[in-house]
């Protein structure tokens, strides 16, 4: 028996940090994506490995520890806490690969989040629809960070661009954007816990600052919205210009990726901003004439990695079909 789940990371356009407080916010699932194969295992114990992020460990389900035989754990809580709420306890094989980096603010954490629960569902015959999905691994993504919006796992179950409203309802944007975009990131991990929890502080200690803040990056993001819809690359660039400003006030941006944001700027990115939750992580930068020459800067002193906006989101064995929920 053998289950293979793969589900895409996502880049946020507007609204990191601001989503929290159910301000809208636009993200797009990307061509990276995370693959979780689930299959009976070969000895009488639980294993996870990954080659791509060099990594494995042998885990106690029950108890919700692990052994390491190789590598750091990083998105092992993740996995632990699926299994504990979606599986009985036997024995199984899991295998990750990912083609996104971790911790860099591109939604990974959602992306193995989302394939290991589907492979799951799968493994098990669980009837289950996307909603029920998405639900699921938000819940896991709030145990193991403690504060989490769902988009994440909402991107990363449903993939496309997609607008996020304050209702929670997600809207999937019909056109493409076609415009390239390049993302930049930095090789501190971004904790995005930590940093979510630093922007709350901050609004406690500064309401009447802090919040009209928040506002206006739910503003800016509908009014990303329009611009989209409009394919205005114009106005779309100087609104993440205007956000990377707001974010910057929130105190989540880095040495690094201010480095990033006016690297890009000055290679020709018409908008460029933190891209998640910042203190680390990535930027995004809106490129309309020379996407390689923004890279080529940023590649000077940081990482850069070619991504594209993907319509595709979870598939369950190489399709997107799914069973009924009961
Ligand atoms: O850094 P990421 O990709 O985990 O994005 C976090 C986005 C936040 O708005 C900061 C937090 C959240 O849960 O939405």
């Not at 994506?33 to 992020?53: C, E, G, H, Q, V």
């Not at 809580?77 to 860099?104: C, M, Q, T, W």
């Not at 309309?288 to 080529?296: C, E, F, L, T």
Request: aromatic share 8%; charged share 20%; with cysteine.
């Amino acid at each position: 028996m053998e289950s293979v789940a793969t589900a895409p990371g996502k880049t946020i356009l507007f609204g990191e940090h601001s989503v929290v407080y159910d301000e809208p916010a636009i993200a797009g699932a990307v061509n990276k994506r995370a693959k979780i194969k689930i299959s009976s295992a070969k000895n009488n114990y639980t294993t996870f490995k990954s080659y791509d992020l060099a990594f494995e460990a042998i885990l106690d389900t029950r108890n919700s520890s692990y052994k390491l035989v190789r590598g750091k754990p990083g998105i092992i809580r993740y996995v632990l806490n699926a299994l504990s709420k979606f599986h009985d306890h036997s024995p199984i094989d899991i295998e990750l690969s990912l083609n996104l980096p971790i911790g860099s603010g591109l939604g990974s954490s959602a992306a193995v989040t989302v394939a290991t629960i589907a492979a799951l569902f799968d493994y098990h015959g669980t009837p289950f629809d996307k909603e029920y999905l998405a639900n699921c691994a938000h819940g896991v993504e709030l145990d193991v960070q403690g504060i989490a919006s769902p988009l994440d796992t909402l991107v990363s179950t449903y993939g496309g661009l997609v607008y996020l409203s304050r209702e929670k309802k997600i809207v999937h944007f019909d056109n493409h954007l076609e415009v390239p975009f390049v993302i930049g990131f930095t090789t501190k991990y971004s904790n995005t816990g930590k940093m979510v929890r630093n922007v709350r502080s901050l609004k406690e200690r500064y309401p009447e600052l802090i919040e009209p803040i928040i506002e206006t990056m739910g503003k800016i993001a509908n009014e990303g919205r329009v611009a989209i819809l409009k394919n205005d690359v114009d106005k779309l660039a100087n609104l993440m210009n205007f956000n990377q400003g707001l974010l910057d006030s929130l105190g989540v941006n880095t040495q690094e990726l201010s480095r990033m944001v006016y690297i890009a700027r000055k290679n020709g990115a018409t908008g460029s901003k933190i891209t998640g939750s910042g203190g680390g992580g990535s930027m995004i930068a809106l490129c309309p004439n020379n996407p390689d020459k923004v890279a080529n800067a940023i590649n000077r002193f940081d990482n850069t990695i070619k991504v594209n906006f993907s319509k595709e989101g979870i598939l369950l064995n190489g399709e997107e079909t799914f069973y009924p929920r009961l």
